[in-house]
């Protein structure tokens, strides 16, 4: 049987792919890695960056870090919600 990947599957798959680069350069500049990303530019690595051993990434307070921006983002969402429901 021969399974080819649809254009759709291969659309699903660069997306996908797209999503999980976003995904780690936000992870990345949440723990001070990297400078803001800004579209169309490089990806400037901060001096933590350079010398940080990443064979350990992400640490417990790395992903503690994580998990707070996570936490007030979902808080602000929330806020955001409550008030158009009010409206």
Known sequence: MHVGLTANNEQRGRIHRLC??????LRIYIVWYIEQ???GQDIVLTQLGENDEL???PRPEQEKMIRSYWDKKDEARKKKNKIRKLQ
């Open 20 to 25: 999980l680069i976003l995904i780690l350069a």
């Open 55 to 57: 064979t350990s990434y």
């Open 37 to 39: 990303p800004q579209r």
